[in-house]
């Protein structure tokens, strides 16, 4: 049995009733459907809540991926008793932490077009990110990457998707940027995110519709961590709530 993945098609979803499909031995939960994000990519899992039938509300931690990636685990926090199977549930996001992540991985996005060079390395954090570059020859300026990635999320791009077979994506190699994760892969069909005019590369996480929506970055530091690689961090430059 396998989980179907609500967000790929809209990230935007906030709810929705699925079926427990079973319950592991540390009382995790699978469940036919999710809008949450699994761990994976750089992204943290999401967290929220699970509503039973008799109304009573599980707080969900964190949300992974099974062996068999594809289910998707609901981590309960500790000391939960879990649903039966075969229940029928609501699950419900912690919609700003989400909204919130889904703008910073846009933004990391385009931070590939300002530094377009080869990525080793990223992760998703509230309210900030980072990527680490293997560049050559450094001498990186915050004042001047924070300014063109501003001026880029002021382009109002649109952000939408589309897939291609696997073929399709051996074929271009030049679409893949990170060279420490690979594209989501194995199931016949990888899924592109395009902002528009700006970026187009294989990715399975959550982003915004537009670039307006990202609101004001900042770099924040430029670390060394090694002769050619630079860490990239970056935050949300006001602490503004945009969730729609």
Known sequence: MSTELLFRDDAYLKECTAHVMSVNDRGGICVDRTIFY??????????????RGDGTSL???????????????????????????????????????????????TALHLLTTTLPFPVTGGAIGDGE????????????DKDAITADLNRRIGLNADVTFRWITDE??????????????????????VRLVDIA???????????????????????????KKGKQNRRV????????????
């Open 197 to 223: 005019g700006l970026d187009l590369q294989p990715c399975g996480g959550t982003h915004v519709h537009n670039t307006s929506e990202i609101g004001r970055i900042v770099v924040t530091a430029i670390e």
């Open 38 to 51: 699994a761990t994976g990519g750089g992204q943290p899992g999401d967290s929220g809540v699970l509503l």
């Open 168 to 189: 399709e994506l051996e074929s271009n190699p030049g679409l893949v940027k990170t060279l420490s994760v690979k594209p989501p892969i194995g199931t016949g069909r």
């Open 233 to 244: 961090r970056i935050a949300f430059a006001e602490t503004e709530d945009l969730a729609p």
């Open 129 to 140: 990110g980072r990527l680490d570059f293997d560049i050559p020859d450094a001498g990186l």
């Open 59 to 105: 707080q969900i931690a964190t949300t992974v991926y099974g062996e068999d990636k594809s289910e998707v685990i609901h981590v309960l926090a500790e000391g939960s008793a879990p649903p039966a199977i075969g229940e029928r549930v609501t699950l419900v996001l912690d919609w700003a932490k989400r909204f919130d992540r889904m703008r910073i991985h």
